[in-house]
């Protein structure tokens, strides 16, 4: 019984290490961009959970979807192309091709040139490389007839598929990584880009809050007896963290733009009014 439960549990805490850590960096490169820390903003697990999806189902699939067309493919093939897998020309354009790709990945980590600088491009050589390795050598035993120090059960034999499966996995952590934080930074683009048009924000404070980044208006009502008399417009909510809220004018750009992370707290009262811009607000009637 603990044998079974040591099983599950396991698979299942890496699972969450895993959605949680993906989740994690596609909320650092988004909050990134409009040059927030995303530490101080207190997400929750489940914040890190919800946004790991983001930035998984795609790599995901296309796991998924290349596991199967490689293990039915193989069934596909038949025989005779199985037979040739042990052509010498092939197994050699195989190593020198894998080698390549290997060097092309690794070489990412100390330099970075046009070929191996694209979204996921290093860790996926690695991948194609090593996998070329393993069909070089695959059918090389196969034509000196299963020859070789790693066939069969032996200690050989697991060591290699236990590193094989080390250098894969890696390389998969790294390019999911990798995805996770352009996903990240690719969403924060695409809702700077549509700022203007999204609802803004009219905060309503019982105490000055001395906002000031560009595109902000503050507004001050003196009438008596107003529970708000300080309001704060051109401002657009990204998001409510915990008791934070992340605000931006709604004329940032990423060259001179300031983001606000107010607090919510019992010392200062806050009222928040959402509206399409140019449409009317009570603060326009101080």
Same mark, same amino acid.
């Given at each position: 019984?603990?044998?079974?439960? %040591?099983?599950?549990?396991?698979?299942?805490?890496? /699972?969450?290490?895993?959605?949680? @850590?993906?989740?994690?960096?596609?909320?650092?490169?988004?909050?990134?961009?409009?040059? &927030?820390? %995303?530490? =101080?903003?207190?997400?929750?697990?489940?914040?890190?959970? $919800?946004?790991?999806?983001?930035?998984?189902?795609?790599?995901?699939?296309?796991?998924?979807?290349?596991? #199967?067309?490689? $293990?039915?493919? @193989?069934?596909? #093939?038949?025989?005779?192309?199985? *037979?040739?897998?042990?052509? &010498?020309?092939?197994?050699?354009?195989?190593? /020198?091709?894998? #080698?390549?790709? !290997?060097?092309?990945?690794?070489?990412?980590?100390?330099?970075?040139?046009?070929?191996?600088?694209?979204?996921?491009?290093?860790?996926?050589? /690695?991948?194609?490389?090593?996998?070329?390795?393993?069909?070089?050598?695959?059918?090389?035993?196969?034509?000196?007839?299963?020859?070789?120090?790693?066939?069969?059960?032996?200690?050989?034999?697991?060591?290699?598929?236990?590193?094989?499966?080390? *250098?894969?996995?890696?390389?998969?952590?790294?390019? =999911?990584?990798?995805?996770?934080?352009?996903?990240?930074?690719?969403?924060?683009?695409?809702?700077?880009?549509?700022?203007?048009?999204?609802?803004?924000? =009219?905060?309503? %404070?019982?105490?000055?809050?001395?906002?000031?980044?560009?595109?902000?208006?503050?507004?001050?009502?003196?009438?008596?007896?107003?529970?708000?008399? @300080?309001?704060?417009?051109?401002? !657009?909510?990204?998001?409510?963290?915990?008791?934070?809220? /992340?605000?931006?004018?709604?004329?940032?750009?990423?060259?001179?733009?300031?983001?606000?992370?107010?607090?919510?707290?019992?010392?200062?009262?806050?009222?928040?009014?959402?509206? $399409?811009?140019?449409?009317?607000?009570?603060?326009?009637?101080?």
């Amino acid at each position: 019984m603990i044998g079974i439960a %040591s099983q599950i549990v396991a698979p299942a805490t890496l /699972v969450t290490a895993l959605l949680f @850590y993906f989740g994690y960096r596609r909320i650092y490169w988004y909050f990134n961009h409009f040059g &927030v820390s %995303s530490t =101080v903003l207190e997400f929750s697990n489940r914040d890190y959970f $919800m946004r790991a999806v983001d930035g998984l189902y795609v790599p995901l699939g296309a796991i998924g979807v290349l596991g #199967l067309t490689l $293990m039915w493919g @193989y069934v596909a #093939l038949g025989r005779p192309a199985r *037979v040739a897998a042990g052509s &010498v020309w092939l197994q050699r354009l195989a190593v /020198v091709s894998g #080698l390549l790709l !290997v060097f092309n990945g690794i070489s990412s980590l100390f330099w970075r040139t046009p070929l191996n600088r694209g979204l996921t491009v290093a860790p996926v050589c /690695v991948i194609a490389g090593v996998l070329l390795l393993w069909f070089a050598t695959y059918g090389r035993r196969q034509r000196i007839g299963g020859r070789g120090p790693a066939r069969g059960p032996g200690a050989g034999a697991v060591a290699e598929w236990a590193l094989i499966f080390l *250098v894969v996995g890696l390389s998969l952590f790294w390019a =999911v990584d990798n995805y996770a934080a352009a996903v990240g930074r690719d969403r924060a683009e695409t809702f700077a880009s549509k700022l203007r048009s999204l609802p803004q924000v =009219v905060i309503y %404070s019982d105490k000055q809050l001395d906002l000031d980044p560009n595109g902000t208006k503050e507004i001050y009502c003196p009438a008596a007896g107003l529970a708000y008399p @300080y309001r704060y417009e051109g401002l !657009v909510l990204i998001l409510e963290a915990a008791s934070n809220y /992340v605000l931006v004018p709604a004329s940032w750009t990423e060259k001179d733009g300031t983001a606000v992370v107010l607090p919510r707290d019992a010392t200062t009262a806050l009222r928040l009014e959402f509206a $399409m811009p140019g449409a009317a607000t009570i603060a326009d009637k101080c």
